[in-house]
């Protein structure tokens, strides 16, 4: 008799609850239907800086994806490593226009407007500019990204950013503007395709077992 092969180990995430970048992986992970395993990082204790952390991301970020012999510490990586390995449930389209878009808007995110007001610019503004001195820096960051996104989407988003099917665009789109909404006070009037896909993005499923509240490591007050 032969025997049965042992099962795979879930692949694990370190992630803190209210890290946008931890956000993405999360809602990808959630859309593919992957069974993973959830590590918390506290950014604010300092944990990122742990050497056994640092060596699954020497940038001291989250998220660090280890899925088998496989370690990758940047969100914009782990979703194309997932979209290869995990081709269920497509995020890119076959169409090469639509598919360049899709990753026209995540790189506007991820390179154009995230990191612009990540946790250490932020602290940085303060210490050397002033307390609250940061907030009108990171609005003027995220209107700069919101108005060139809306101007890109307006005319090809349906339910969705790209359509009525969820794409990357979104997985990227969607805790960016939840972080614009609940932390830094942008007006989503200015941005009403925007504000109408947020809504859309809060009743899917996937996308709500990924808000920050719900993670494990979320306070308990939310």
Known sequence: MALAEAPAARPILYSYWRSSCSHRVRIALNLKGIDYEYKAVNLLKGEQSDPEFMKLNPMKFVPALVDGDAVIGDSYAVA???????????????????????????????SGIQPLHNLTLVRFIEQKVGTGESIPWVQQQIDRGFTAVENMIKGCAGKFAMGDEVQLADVFLAPQIFAAVTRFQIDMSNYPTLARLHDQYMTHPAFEAALPDRQPDAPSSG
């Open 80 to 110: 194309l490593y997932l979209e290869d390995k995990y081709p269920q449930r497509p995020l890119l389209p076959q169409d090469l226009k639509k598919k360049a878009l899709n990753i026209q808007v995540a790189s506007i995110v991820c």
